[in-house]
């Protein structure tokens, strides 16, 4: 081993290190992108049944039992509407990341009224 190739293992080394922890980190913030755009969807779908199991208490009653759904689930509401009987919800949340909120996942949702004929 002649003076010009020490070091030489310890660069490939840190390279190495360095490209495995980038694809690691990636790998693990596509993680949580998916884990927050299924709680975001669960959230929608739970909103819109909520709404719709209270239609018969009137569109603004039936929008807070949404918006209180979605409280409890850490999402926002950002959209609560009535068209032809159904109950259309919309939210949002922030995907989660070590430097802060990366990105926003939406989902949108509708139910029908319980017990209403197909």
């Known amino acids: 081993m002649n003076a010009d190739d ?10 190495i290190l360095a490209v495995l ?11 949580a992108a998916v884990a927050t ?12 049944l909520a709404a719709a199991s209270h239609s018969a208490d009137g569109p603004a009653a039936a929008c807070e039992r949404a ?14 509407r009535w068209e032809r009987g159904d109950a259309l919800v919309e939210v949002r949340s922030a995907v989660p990341g070590h430097l802060g909120d990366v990105g926003q996942a939406e ?7 319980v017990g209403r004929p197909p």
């Open 6 to 15: 020490r070091g030489v293992a310890t660069a490939w080394t840190a390279s």
């Open 21 to 31: 922890i980038s694809v690691a980190a990636f790998t693990f913030w596509m993680g």
């Open 37 to 48: 755009r299924h709680h975001t969807e669960a959230a929608a779908d739970l909103a819109a």
């Open 67 to 80: 918006r209180q759904v979605t409280v409890r689930m850490s999402v926002t509401l950002l959209t609560c």
């Open 107 to 113: 989902a949108r949702a509708r139910a029908g009224p």
